[in-house]
């Protein structure tokens, strides 16, 4: 997941929700285990190297990273979602990085990574703050690094506030990156609908 893992689930009109709100109880988007898209990426070898984790709720991929030994950091605004993590990283024992950081300004982490995940943050962004993000991602992945992304999309027939065109998409990375894939693939949800349209895209920064 504001920079929290998922707020795509706000119904339009509505006053947007905090960050903690988000998290206040159990969210449609926090199912206890990665996303089966992402799952994918890790067990192909796709994730690898220092990991970012940018939007990491309460750290299902993050935690999916350092099992496969990564050296990882998750970010997020809610402060609950990020004590939750931590006490999964405690309980599952790998080492993981868990920060209160605006995934809008990552270029103040003051470092780079390989590869960085955001599954259901980047659809959450329009205007000023999607260039933002965008920009963030731009300086701390290194060249050749990889960034995977798993957001709505505007062909979910639900009324999701925050969905993505497959144009939005390419146009917000046309500048420094390579896309390598953009395909239709779906966000598992413990509510109705179980599984959201989404769009899976990987790229690499040039």
Known sequence: ??????????????????????????????????QPAL????????IRGRVLDAGCG???HALM???????VTGVDLATNALEIA??????????VRFLRHDARGLATLGETFDT????????VFTGDNRAADVAGLRSIIRSGGRFFMLGFSD????????????DEIIA??????????????????????????????????L
């Open 155 to 166: 062909a979910e027939p639900a009324e999701w506030q925050h969905k993505l065109s497959r």
């Open 86 to 95: 931590r006490r999964k990283a405690r309980n599952r024992r790998p080492a």
């Open 65 to 71: 990273a350092a099992a496969l030994g990564c050296e």
């Open 39 to 46: 799952q994918a990426m890790a067990e192909t070898g796709e």
């Open 1 to 34: 997941m504001v920079a929290s893992s998922a707020a795509g689930a706000e119904v339009p009109h509505r006053r947007p929700k905090t960050p903690e709100e988000l998290y206040a109880s159990p969210s449609p988007w926090d199912i206890g285990r990665p």
């Open 116 to 123: 960085v995940l955001d599954c259901g943050l980047f659809h």
């Open 58 to 60: 309460t750290g299902e």
């Open 172 to 205: 917000s990375f046309a500048d420094g990156w390579r896309i390598d894939s953009l395909e239709p693939a779906t966000i598992d949800s413990r509510t109705r609908p179980a599984h959201v349209r989404a769009w899976c895209l990987t790229l690499t920064r």
